[in-house]
């Protein structure tokens, strides 16, 4: 299955069970001042999460587009990027563990076909001082559903997060971890905001068994290693919490957020480690290699940055963002930026955002038909970035070279921002690639020319008293 057979699936999936499918969201959330963009898919639904009735029903299915832009940079590695649809679907207050495990269980090894011998998972491991359990019964209730599949008894054992560590992939397929199993906005109970819901998780990952562990992340492999050879697939929220001024209190009702992605189960079901050869993303790597004359094999970096670069300002154009200096458009034109100066890496001179964009409108042209309508638009928009930031480029960087033998400061990097327009995480990246060095109190001395500057903007713009 291809990822637009598995997004067409999943929804099928649900809405044979009750579900009622939702549009997405627009990837700049209408009503949360606390974030710029919707990085998950129930971001857009935390009001029926805390108890509001939602005009659709009490069960709901959607693939949501999300971008989390503090995974940059991880982009480059085999499965991370910052734009991505996450299959979502939510019980509010009507069934919970046992029907959204099965369900889950029966889409991956039912409908995707993956094999339930390199499934693993993960649970809470419970929180004492909070008063919150472990999560002993979504435990028991995998090992049923691996039992039944005839993964054989002894490999579907219970243990610790370190008990999951010391004895490696195959041992523990059921692990239990901490704040890595508990969902909330910011990762752990500790850190919950006051007000926001909350709660246990369980997670499920596939295993490539081609992909040698990397001893750099640890001497053994487990679910929650970094080294890629397990990749998440999806998660289960069992929302029973809210964070209150003293500690928890149940939510009025119990809500399940199922949470998958659906590059990475394109990418397991291709049986593939590797998330850009997937059919959201291969296309655009076949575009590059066109353009560029090299191949993804031996370019392999750059061309991931920028397949997934392209695809986050696409739909952040779609959905009404402009290259700006400020929130979503200044995220939108670093991603643009960053891709160009991986282009020119590549030996791309020329403008290649008219060429790769039609590519992309094309990938989405059925699940998403608003961005092949505004293609022509974006296009336009987005190669107009691109020419005005490739001679910017040529200027900064040969400023960046002046710097060689002296190393790069705080103020050199400032001055790279407000005359060249150079973001400024993009100018210590380039710089680290060239060999330059890079002042360790860089941030500070940028941020207290950043505070200047505002200061004199102030001052200028103040009016003149009589």
Same mark, same amino acid.
Not at 13 to 32: E, N, Q
Not at 61 to 89: A, K, P, W, Y
Not at 180 to 191: D, I, L, Q, V, Y
Not at 204 to 215: A, K, R, S
């Given at each position: ?7 067409? *699936? ?14 997405? *969201?627009?990837?700049?959330?209408? $009503? ?16 029926? =999460?805390?108890?509001?009735? !939602?005009? &659709? ?43 959204? =495990?099965? #369900? ?9 076909? =993956? ?104 001497? !053994?492999? !487990? ?21 209150? +001024? ?20 394109? *990418? ?59 929130? #979503? ?15 020119? $890496? ?8 008219? !060429? ?18 505004? *293609? ?20 900064? =960087? ?32 380039? &710089?680290?690639? +060239? ?9 500070? +001395? ?21």
């Amino acid at each position: 299955m291809d990822a637009d057979e598995i997004r067409s *699936a999943f929804l099928d999936h649900l809405a044979g069970r009750g579900h009622a499918v939702i549009p997405r *969201a627009s990837l700049v959330p209408d $009503d949360d001042p606390t974030t710029l963009f919707t990085g998950s898919g129930m971001q857009p639904l935390l009001p029926y =999460l805390l108890g509001d009735d !939602h005009p &659709a029903g009490r069960r709901l299915v959607d693939s949501q587009t999300c971008l989390r832009v503090q995974d940059i940079e991880e982009v480059g590695d085999n499965r991370h990027t910052t734009f991505f649809e996450m299959l979502g679907s939510w019980s509010l207050g009507d069934y919970f563990k046992p029907e959204q =495990l099965r #369900q889950f269980w029966d889409f991956l090894t039912g409908t995707v076909g =993956l094999d339930p011998a390199r499934l693993y998972v993960s649970c809470f491991i419970g929180e004492e001082a909070h008063g919150i359990p472990k999560d002993d019964e979504s435990a028991a209730l995998w090992r049923e559903l691996f039992t039944a599949a005839g993964v054989p008894a002894d490999q579907v054992e219970l243990g610790t997060e370190e008990h999951a560590a010391r004895v490696g992939t195959g041992g523990a397929r059921i692990a239990f971890y901490g704040n890595k199993n508990w969902w909330c906005r910011e990762g752990s109970p500790e850190r919950m905001p006051v007000g926001e819901p909350g709660g246990p998780d369980t997670e499920v990952f596939y295993l490539f068994p081609h992909v040698e562990h990397d001893p750099t992340y640890g001497e !053994h492999c !487990h679910q929650n290693c970094d080294c890629g050879r397990f990749i998440e697939l999806g998660n289960s929220v069992f929302m029973k919490y809210r964070r209150t +001024e003293s500690g928890f209190e149940p939510l009025p009702r119990r809500n399940v957020d199922y949470g998958g992605g659906l590059e990475r189960i394109a *990418a397991a079901a291709l049986d593939t480690s590797d998330v850009f050869r997937i059919s959201l993303l291969w296309p655009i790597i076949e575009r590059l290699q066109e353009l560029s004359g090299r191949t993804y094999e031996d370019e392999t970096l750059a061309m991931r940055v920028i397949a997934d670069h392209l695809r986050g300002p696409t739909f952040l154009a779609v959905d009404g963002v402009r290259p700006s200096n400020k929130a #979503q458009g200044y995220v939108l034109r670093r991603l643009v930026r960053r891709a160009v100066r991986f282009a020119v $890496d590549l030996g791309i001179e020329d403008n290649f955002f008219p !060429h790769v964009i039609p590519t992309i409108a094309g990938i989405y042209a059925g699940a998403y038909p608003e961005v092949a309508a505004a *293609a022509d638009a974006v296009a336009d928009l987005l190669a107009r970035e691109e020419q005005v930031f490739r001679r910017t480029l040529r200027r900064g =960087l040969e400023r960046l070279e002046g710097h060689r033998d002296t190393g790069v400061t705080g103020a050199d990097l400032f001055v790279l921002y407000d005359t060249y327009g150079f973001p400024v995480e993009l100018s210590t990246e380039v &710089a680290r690639a +060239e060999g330059i060095v890079v002042s360790r109190t860089w941030r500070e +001395e940028f941020d207290e020319h950043m505070a200047a500057q505002r200061a004199r903007s102030r001052g200028v713009s103040a009016p003149r008293s009589r």
